[in-house]
């Protein structure tokens, strides 16, 4: 099994920055990819940055260029650094982590959720 915790979330006024960071620990092999999804309210959840072990990162449209995703493989955590927050923003903001099972099956992990709200 894989256990996701995910911190840093809050409240911050539109145009500032939070950083989320997320620890990964269990059965984690080496080839992985992990990332950030958020989920407003009456919304699906949405992908919004990904990051594979050798570091290739993947962006939503909507944070390109605010958002930065980045990951320690020895710690194994991924950090998002959120900046120039607008309230759209808002949302509930969970962590994932992709590996292949000895099966060959992809199995997604998922965090709790840490919130996010933007607002003056």
């Known amino acids: 099994q894989v256990q996701l915790m995910e911190s840093g979330g809050g409240l911050v006024q539109p145009g500032g920055s939070l950083r989320l960071s997320c620890a990964a620990s269990?059965?984690?092999?080496?080839?992985?990819?992990m990332g950030w999804y958020r989920q407003a309210p009456g919304k699906e959840r949405e992908l919004v940055a990904t990051?594979?072990?050798?570091?290739?990162?993947n962006y939503a449209d909507s944070v390109n260029g605010r958002f930065t995703i980045s990951r320690d493989n020895a710690k194994r955590t991924v950090d998002l650094q959120m900046n120039s927050l607008k309230p759209e923003d808002t949302a509930l903001y969970y962590c994932?982590?992709?590996?292949?099972?000895?099966?060959?099956?992809?199995?997604?992990?998922w965090g709790q959720g840490t919130q996010v709200t933007v607002s003056s």
């Open positions: 269990g059965s984690i092999v080496s080839s992985n990819t």
């Open positions: 994932k982590l992709r590996q292949v099972n000895y099966r060959g099956l992809f199995i997604d992990y």
């Open positions: 990051i594979t072990t050798g570091g290739s990162t």
